[in-house]
């Protein structure tokens, strides 16, 4: 069945630092991708996604590329903050009919002034 | 504002008695879903459904279940909790097409089975 791997945690940065969390994926077809974010005691919410090969997601100074030839959808981001600390879920859309987003474990980013 | 509300946020309760979590969404959208998050497994789907009187299994469905009466509403019931349901549950919901736009998630509902 389709399957999510990202970089295990946590992973702990200085302000200002550069940020990658790497995501790949095993998939039949043409999944889309996102990235989620949670933050401390909320709720998932859509950091960014990519619907097909080669686009790139992005939002808050972050980006993630659909690399089809890798199956990677990495997250990237140049400078985090300390608002960034919260918990990363790469998830693709299973596209069997249930419209289910299958999901990373997650990475817990925290960013140190 | 656009959200899925879920009520409680945080309940403790004993094996065996029954309990139901609510899920409410004001986006009109089709489908919904229940997800559970444990450490180091991620998120898990339970229950979905793609719309009023339309419910099918998830990938852990064992001890739960779900009703779809009306397109707003998803609540999720636990007819004889047991420890190993404790965990952090998620309501979730999209458009029919939610595979490409996404989900708008819950704040959460941290169960506690004693």
């Known amino acids: 069945g389709n399957s999510v791997t990202q970089m295990e945690g946590p992973v702990t940065l200085s302000e200002e630092a550069f940020l990658t969390i790497n995501c790949t994926y095993t998939a039949t077809g043409y999944p889309s991708l996102f990235w989620y974010v949670q933050y401390p005691g909320e709720g998932l919410q859509l950091l960014l996604k990519a619907t097909k090969a080669d686009d790139k997601g992005s939002n808050k100074g972050f980006e993630a590329t659909y690399r089809k030839e890798t199956t990677s959808f990495h997250l990237e981001k140049g400078s985090v903050q300390v608002s960034d600390s919260a918990v990363y879920f790469c998830?693709?859309?299973?596209?069997?009919?249930?419209?289910?987003?299958?999901f990373g474990k997650g990475t817990k980013l925290t960013v140190n002034p | 504002e656009a959200q899925v509300t879920q009520n409680p946020r945080y309940l403790i309760t004993v094996t065996g008695k029954k309990l139901t979590v609510t899920c409410s969404q004001n986006?009109?959208?089709?489908?919904m879903s229940w997800y559970r998050q444990d450490p180091g497994l991620g998120l898990r789907q339970i229950y979905y459904s793609m719309n009023v009187e339309v419910t099918d299994k998830g990938d852990v469905p064992e001890g739960y279940k779900v009703s779809r009466k009306e397109k707003r509403n998803f609540p999720l019931i636990l007819e004889s909790p047991s420890p190993n349901q404790t965990s952090l549950y998620f309501c979730a919901s999209s458009t029919l097409t939610g595979g490409d736009y996404g989900y708008t998630f819950g704040s959460g509902t941290r169960l506690t089975v004693v």
């Open positions: 998830a693709l859309s299973d596209q069997g009919g249930s419209e289910k987003l299958v």
């Open positions: 986006m009109n959208h089709e489908y």
